[in-house]
């Protein structure tokens, strides 16, 4: 058989690297075309392209250098054709509008033509002049500009004309993205979020070889958020909403916004932060004595930074490899000694959160504050990183800590008397009221003390005026839960899981959240606890869906205010400085709270960060507050101010009439467990469970019914209750008069 003839292997060089080869030769010609003008040397190149071209060479060195880049990264960057084509339409123009200027007596001199846009310009203002005319011609080359600054920057016609015509408006280009190709705008969008938040939460310590530097505020660029794009085959509208058949009542209806044309405090109302300058050599005194006083105890170690915040100093120690940190952990009150360190308070952090350093904080000896004003400045910066903002202050390293009470989604906040915890609360407040409309959140405020929340009173954002009398506040508490059970059926029937969703489809805030602000819950606790608690435990399992969110704040720290239950639920914990270590366990778990300085120093965790931070409050003056009362009563007036009647009505009457329920209002099984606990002797929803094999809800809904019918006692501990009477007519018969009646 004949053999087969071999095909011989092209050698020919890659596609890849002819595309390489290919852009570095037009990387060569960009060059030349740009450097051109300004290259006084005479070479057949040179000479050509000034003839040609003119000045304009540059601006064709543009598309070129676009091009050849585009090239040499293989198509990774550079690779918008609408830009290249943009770049080669703006040089063509650009080059006729320099021709316009040429003098016509001297249009065919090399050097006139050198200084303008060459043969090429010339050609083309010659053709356009002899159609239309220097001035239509001038009209037609500045609207092709416009053209080709859109295919650039990937700008629609419609933006450059709102840009014109609204200079509010802020343009929606940057260099940055002109160098993104053909990436989205959602793309895009995604980066600048990341780059943000990678400067908020980067830590600016100080080496301590360096000089200090005074702490320097950038003001970055927002991104806008993002509209709410709605696949019209599911969006729902207003009327659609309003008459579907789940629900029907009036109350079920979302409320168009009433405050359309609101207007939020400004910054003027806010008290001037007073600074003190710091002293560099004090700081780098104290991290001498504190490797001295280490290796006067056998320990070898050595500061490496120190973080200078409002009012503690954070020395960052490097110790030797095989030293036990709990040896340091027991040194607190040596340094403080040889620190001389005010209230003798020094905090050992070991380690520091993503570090392998070991912290010793001890107080400022030249402190600085945190006022409101600034707080609140960096707030309406990133306001739309926000559902509800809190403003908590700044950490050791001066960065401002703001969270976000939907996602925690509830706060405790404990400390002993005159810590800062009631100026805590007004600085939440304060700063939820600088950036949400009374259509956007809503109060519910508790005060026992009668003088911290009473000066609110009269606000829009209020569902009722601030309840002093603890008698009131479960009847309060109850109308919570029928709100929330009702926006879940809200929910439901909008086939939507949470508030955000819901607003974002009807287009505005029809939900409002609803922050309830309990200033003492120490007074509420010994005084209805019983009956409180439980009903904070289902707010807090369930109201964050819904936008419901509670702050519970107390002076008393101890396991009968601050119950298991309470803590289970509350995963936002806000710690001022306590008397005992045990305390400080009750409120975070962990020791730490006793060392705090007072006067707004705190101790910070939740859920996503579950090792403490340590917080500079912020400090809202009674002056501040006052003002911005001042100013939100100025645009409304008494009449326009509309609380809620159904909570009013519940407040004054309860959820039920007080006399006892009626049959009516009973779950069906209410005589059956009556009957049930009467023969037994003894009542318990357990028990009732196993009787009437119901779940565990409706049986602790049945005690509560048996309870306020008079039926059986009140809970006492893990006892079954007492049982009150010894028939059922007598509850039966009771029921009936009061009905009657």
């Known amino acids: ?11 020919n060089i890659k596609s890849t690297e002819t595309q390489i080869a290919s852009g570095m030769l037009l990387f060569v010609i960009a060059l030349i075309l740009i450097i051109t003008p300004f290259v006084n040397q005479s070479t057949v190149v040179f000479d050509q392209v000034r003839q040609f071209f003119g000045f304009s060479s540059i601006v064709f060195g543009l598309p070129t250098l676009y091009f050849a880049l585009n090239l040499i990264t293989k198509g990774k960057k550079f690779k918008s054709t609408k830009q290249g084509v943009g770049l080669v339409i703006a040089a063509f123009a650009i080059a006729t509008l320099l021709a316009i200027w040429m003098d016509p007596d001297k249009m065919s001199d090399i050097v006139e033509l050198s200084n303008s846009g060459g043969i ?3 050609e083309i203002h010659l053709f356009l002049l002899g159609i239309v005319g220097q001035f239509i011609e001038i009209i037609i080359i500045l609207l092709i500009l416009i053209v080709a600054f859109s295919l650039i920057t990937d700008t629609t016609l419609e933006q450059i004309s709102d840009l014109v015509t609204d200079s509010e408006v802020k343009p929606k280009f940057s260099l940055k993205d002109f160098f993104k190709g053909d990436q989205t705008k959602e793309e895009i969008s995604d980066e600048k979020r990341v780059e943000e938040l990678v400067i908020k939460t980067g830590e600016d310590e100080i080496p301590i070889e360096t000089t200090e530097e005074k702490q320097k505020e950038i003001e970055i660029e927002q991104p806008q958020e993002e509209q709410y794009i709605e696949n019209s085959s599911r969006q729902k509208t207003f009327d659609d909403i309003s008459t579907d058949n789940v629900d029907s009542e009036d109350d079920m209806q979302p409320r168009a916004p009433k405050y359309t044309d609101w207007v939020f405090p400004t910054l003027d109302l806010l008290k001037e932060p007073e600074r003190q300058s710091q002293n560099k050599d004090r700081y780098k005194k104290d991290a001498l004595i504190i490797e001295q006083t280490l290796k006067s105890f056998g320990i070898q170690g050595k500061v490496v930074q120190i973080a200078i915040g409002p009012t503690v100093v954070r020395y960052s120690l490097s110790i030797s490899v095989g030293t036990k940190v709990s040896k340091i952990k027991n040194l607190g009150n040596d340094l403080a000694l040889a620190l001389a360190s005010q209230n003798s308070s020094v905090r050992i952090e070991a ?22 004003k600034d707080m609140v400045q960096k707030l309406k910066n990133e306001e739309n990183l926000y559902e509800l903002p ?27 008397t005159g810590t800062g915890k009631s100026v805590g609360v007004n600085s939440i407040i304060t700063g939820l009221l600088y950036t949400k409309t009374p259509d956007e959140v809503k109060f519910l405020m508790v005060d026992p003390k009668m003088v911290e929340l009473s000066l609110y009173n009269g606000l829009p954002h209020l569902l009722n005026p601030v309840i002093t009398d603890m008698e009131l506040v479960s009847n309060a508490l109850q109308w919570c839960i029928e709100e929330m059970n ?5 929910l439901k029937q909008a086939h939507v899981k949470k508030i955000t969703e819901y607003n974002k489809q009807l287009g505005y805030s029809a939900m409002p959240y609803i922050v309830v602000i309990i200033d003492e819950m120490a007074d509420l606790m010994l005084t209805v606890g019983t009956d409180v608690e439980s009903k904070i435990q289902r707010l807090a399992q369930m109201g964050r869906a819904v936008g419901i969110h509670l702050i519970l704040a107390t002076q008393r720290p101890t396991v009968q205010v601050i119950t298991g239950l309470i803590k289970a639920n509350v995963p936002g914990r806000v710690a001022f400085a306590v008397a005992t270590a045990m305390e400080s366990r009750i409120i975070l778990d962990q020791i730490g709270a006793e060392t705090l300085l007072g006067n707004g120093d705190m101790l910070y965790k939740d859920n996503m960060t579950p090792k403490s931070i340590r917080i500079q409050g912020t400090f809202t003056d009674t002056k501040d507050t006052d003002s911005i009362i001042k100013f939100i009563k100025e645009q409304v007036s008494d009449d326009d101010i509309e609380y809620s009647e159904e909570l009013t009505t519940a407040i004054e009457e309860g959820p039920t009439s007080t006399s006892g329920e009626t049959s009516s209002e009973r779950d069906p099984e209410f005589e059956e467990a009556l009957n049930i606990v009467i023969a037994a002797g003894k009542a318990s929803a357990s028990y009732l469970q196993r009787r009437l094999r119901i779940g565990y809800n409706k049986a602790a809904r049945l005690m509560d019914q048996l309870q306020k019918a008079g039926a059986i006692g009140p809970q006492d501990g893990s006892k079954p209750r007492d049982v009150l ?10 029921s009936s008069n009061d009905f009657e009646e």
């Open 1 to 11: 058989m004949p053999r087969k003839k071999k095909k011989s292997k092209n050698i």
């Open 351 to 372: 380690p520091i959160p993503g570090t392998s350093y070991i912290g010793v904080e001890i107080p400022n000896p030249m402190p600085n504050y945190v006022y409101a």
């Open 725 to 734: 009477v010894s028939s059922a007519e007598q509850i039966i018969k009771a």
């Open 390 to 416: 809190l403003l908590l202050g700044k950490d050791i390293t001066g960065r401002s800590i703001i969270k976000d009470l939907a996602k925690i989604p509830h706060l405790l906040v404990a400390g002993a």
């Open 120 to 122: 090429l310009g010339r």
């Open 486 to 490: 009702k926006r879940y059926r809200i």
